[in-house]
């Protein structure tokens, strides 16, 4: 096991530097993006293409009025809005950004990654219940159920990617796909999971916790100034996650033609997925909550059932051949 | 690795002992969070890392969330925690506290006379695949009867769930009788 190196420090602050850089100017890039896929300006008066607009969105949440509810549960209400953020950034020590370039490379990188995101899940239920709010509490409901069925497929159809790389850690994952990107072989496994990480980190197509119209904001309806704003980058990092790990485990993480560095081809490639994110949020209707859940148990949880089987079946087939 | 099991052995008794005495439910799970946490640490140092990650996964993740999921529908008040806290007087304890001292000795006295076993370090390293080979190996028949335990809790969900309440809107109330005797006509 190697010690803490500077090297290995200055990857530690490399990438919560660089994420919380990244979740910030997703904010710019979702507002001018949708205001491009909606045929209108976005924020444009600030800075250059009025990018300053993040330095005014930030400086206005550090100075808002940082309100606790009389009503509310105050230590259950103060912790909530920190658990998103440290779930989040712990999900990023697993992944390998380019060869040599990752915190940890546990040997359960996956199911780390897989734990955190199910962690995740007390942010919002306990953010929702300790508002001691209808809205909040509405919220934290439909976020509950909906985490905790999304995360059955999530993990599932991710077992197809590790039944082919023989392997839980990430960088072997990626190294597995030297001869064929796994979203050919698991494409099924690709499409759920990316349904799945749409809805764990309630997006728009499924942010029927927070949705707008029927529950104000959901379960950060009582939270202002920077605690709302940990839910608020919380979310853009969330995108960042899931991004990232379509990237690593359906898309060939660093790999790629060699005229460009490995951690370039993350970086495009991870790019790739934060535009569909936002395209997603620009196009998408919201279903209702009870269509989200039959959705998610009829028809995704069997087709993560057969495919796991599928996978498996085929891998036993060919080691039969050889 | 030795004084990182004490350190989460003992944030896992004391998060544990916090959840038994906790008036609020919320707080109280929040603590068995905690605790299954620190429990996770301690198959992490024990050289299991899969059953570490099952743990946060399965336990912290997903049981305790439906037990807050059920708590949260019953809308527990300030009048539950009154109510809790004069269930629970302090003299209750004195009895399974006596009756657990008991046993804690006895505990203490068998590890004060067993034989310190070699520190558990890389020789019992547990890996994925090993976890795998027992549970379909050795111990097949218990995956196969905690497989049928869970089929007969979903066959018992199911159940419950299956009677559909029939609602029928108040405009379609009077015109079905009116559909029946035309369709019938």
Request: glycine share 8%.
């Amino acid at each position: 096991m190697e010690a803490a190196t500077p090297n290995y420090l200055l990857i530690i602050g490399g990438v919560l530097f660089v994420m919380l850089n990244v979740a910030a100017a997703l904010i710019w890039v979702e507002r001018r993006g949708l205001a491009l896929f909606q045929d209108r300006y976005g924020p444009n008066r600030a800075g250059p293409f009025g990018l300053l607009i993040v330095a005014a969105d930030s400086i206005k949440l550090f100075f808002k009025q940082d309100w606790i509810p009389p009503f509310a549960d105050k230590p259950v209400f103060v912790l909530a809005p920190a658990i998103v953020v440290v779930t989040v950034l712990m999900s990023f020590v697993v992944i390998p950004f380019a060869p040599g370039i990752v915190v940890a490379d546990l040997n359960i990188g996956l199911l780390f990654f897989l734990a955190m995101s199910s962690m995740g899940a007390y942010s919002i239920i306990l953010g929702g219940w300790a508002s001691n709010n209808k809205y909040s509490l509405l919220g934290a409901m439909r976020g509950a159920a909906q985490m905790i069925s999304y995360e059955v497929f999530m993990g599932l159809s991710l077992m197809g990617v590790v039944l082919m790389a023989g392997s839980f850690s990430l960088s072997e994952i990626v190294e597995a796909q030297r001869g064929m990107w796994f979203f050919i072989p698991q494409i099924i496994g690709f499409v759920i999971f990316f349904i799945a990480g749409i809805a764990e980190t309630h997006r728009l197509p499924f942010d029927i916790p927070e949705a707008e119209s029927e529950l104000i904001a959901g379960f950060h309806s009582e939270y202002s100034g920077m605690k709302f704003g940990m839910f608020f980058i919380g979310e853009y990092m969330g995108i960042t996650l899931i991004s990232c790990m379509i990237v690593t485990l359906f898309f060939g993480g660093w790999l790629g033609p060699d005229f460009l560095p490995p951690i370039v081809w993350f970086i495009l490639k991870t790019a790739f997925f934060l535009g569909i994110f936002i395209l997603l949020r620009a196009s998408m209707p919201r279903p209702r909550y009870d269509q989200l859940m039959e959705y998610g148990w009829k028809y995704l949880l069997p087709l993560t059932l057969l495919n796991l089987i599928v996978t498996a079946g085929v891998l036993l087939w060919m080691r039969e051949g050889v | 690795m030795e004084i990182t099991f004490y350190i989460a052995a003992t944030v896992a008794v004391l998060a544990t002992v916090m959840v038994i005495t906790r008036y609020n439910m919320i707080h109280a799970l929040l603590y068995l969070v905690v605790s299954f946490l620190a429990v996770a640490v301690v198959f992490l140092t024990m050289g299991a890392p899969f059953m570490a990650a099952l743990e946060v996964i399965v336990y912290a993740g997903a049981i305790v969330v439906l037990i807050i999921f059920v708590i949260m529908m019953l809308s527990l008040t300030r009048e539950d925690v009154e109510q809790e806290k004069a269930w629970l007087q302090p003299k209750l304890w004195i009895g399974p506290a006596l009756l657990s001292f008991v046993l804690l000795a006895e505990l203490v006295y068998l590890l004060a006379i067993a034989e310190v076993p070699t520190a558990p370090s890389v020789a019992s390293y547990v890996d994925a695949q090993a976890v795998g080979l027992a549970l379909y190996g050795p111990y097949v028949l218990g995956v196969q009867l905690s497989g049928i335990l869970l089929m007969a809790g979903i066959v018992g969900a199911y159940h419950l769930g299956r009677q559909k309440k029939k609602v029928i809107h108040r405009f379609l109330q009077q015109q079905e009788p009116q559909k029946e005797r035309s369709a019938a006509l």
